[in-house]
């Protein structure tokens, strides 16, 4: 496979997982204003915290109200990381490598960006139950994978989609515990309160994770979550779990058994996947939550960066 298709396979894939996680931050993040109580309701900033942008939120909005922050995440086409960014960028992926693509999933993509164009164009986000348009994102985007596993023979190009897809999931989660625990509540007085659990029951819902979590553990406690959504290694959104299933496509497009390294993609997954296996959640909470999740986040854009330069960078050839 030429490397300028698979380089498009993978951030085609990344972006709609982007898009898709997003989309599921702000539904959730809505219902959870419902229950709060009416000094707590404008609980927007930390979502641009978690997804990391709130420094150039700063730059382009005045102030983090409701609507500027949906807006910002949702339609500013001067945010990269924006929905309909993240959509535009995936069709245009999808666009450059066409015959690569079975016919249902580029019509599901570019569907799913021209209903997101028209909500832009048009500003009806902003005349309707926003939670109506987020939730038809965050479906489309997840037909978009059924389609892809239903109908695209595993090749390289989908190992290659199923890589960028596990880290995305792995980095959005690392990042949306981080904030929870770092940076959400409003003083330490709330630790344990009704408040608390609330939070820490919106945070699952964050991941889709509340109703496998609560058939697992039954009651919300932060102990059990962490160790949920970081050491599981059967949940799929887990960060063990995406970085274990990552590896096994990089193994499988390099044709190289799921023992050692071939390349530098392989070496550096393979260490931090080992590094989460063996951990306990005593250990993590010891060396401290938001030091680790920081230092996780870290290693993961390295992974991505050894991936960029094994598989899609433009190498000179030596003499």
């Known amino acids: 496979m030429l490397s300028r298709v698979a380089n498009s396979i993978y951030w085609l894939h990344r972006y709609i997982e ?51 922050i949906i807006f910002f995440l949702g339609f500013d086409q001067r945010n990269p990381n924006s929905i309909y960014s993240c959509l535009n960028n995936a069709r245009e992926n999808a666009r ?14 570019n569907n799913l960006y021209l209903t ?17 348009i987020f ?21 390289e190009g989908w190992h290659f989609g199923k890589v960028s897809r596990c880290l995305e999931r792995a980095d959005k989660t ?8 770092h940076y959400l509540l409003p003083s330490v007085d709330s630790v344990g ?4 659990m609330l939070h820490w029951s919106a945070l699952l819902k964050s991941v889709s994770a509340y109703n496998m979590y609560r058939q697992c553990y039954g009651r919300i406690q932060s102990f059990h979550i962490i160790e949920y959504l970081v050491l599981n290694p059967i949940f799929p959104r887990s960060i063990l779990h995406c970085l274990t299933e990552a590896e096994k496509s990089l193994h499988a497009i390099s044709e190289t058994p799921n023992i050692g390294f071939k390349n530098e993609a392989e070496k ?18 010891e060396f401290g939550l938001h ?3 920081d230092n996780l986040q870290f290693k993961i854009n390295s992974v991505s960066d050894a991936i960029f330069e094994t598989y899609f960078a433009i190498k000179e050839n030596l003499k």
Not at 54 to 68: A, M, S
Not at 116 to 132: F, I
Not at 268 to 285: K, P
């Open 96 to 109: 450059t490598i066409r015959e690569h693509l079975t016919n249902e999933v580029w019509t599901n993509i």
């Open 193 to 196: 309160s009704p408040l608390d």
């Open 116 to 132: 997101v164009k028209d909500y832009t164009a048009r500003k009806s986000w902003n005349k309707m139950d926003p939670r109506l």
């Open 18 to 68: 982007r898009a898709e996680n997003s989309s599921r931050f702000i539904d959730v993040n809505f219902n959870l204003a419902l229950d709060l109580p009416p000094d707590l309701t404008e609980q927007w900033k930390p979502l641009l915290v978690a997804l990391g942008d709130w420094e150039l939120f700063q730059q382009l909005h005045n102030k983090p109200t409701k609507n500027n």
């Open 135 to 155: 939730t038809d994102i965050k479906k489309g985007c997840q037909l978009n994978l059924g389609i892809n596993d239903s109908t695209v023979a595993q090749t």
């Open 291 to 293: 030091e680790y999740l």
């Open 174 to 181: 690392s990042r949306i515990l981080d904030v929870k625990y």
């Open 268 to 285: 550096r997954i393979g260490n931090v996947r080992s590094e989460i296996e063996y951990a306990s959640t005593e250990d993590i909470l």
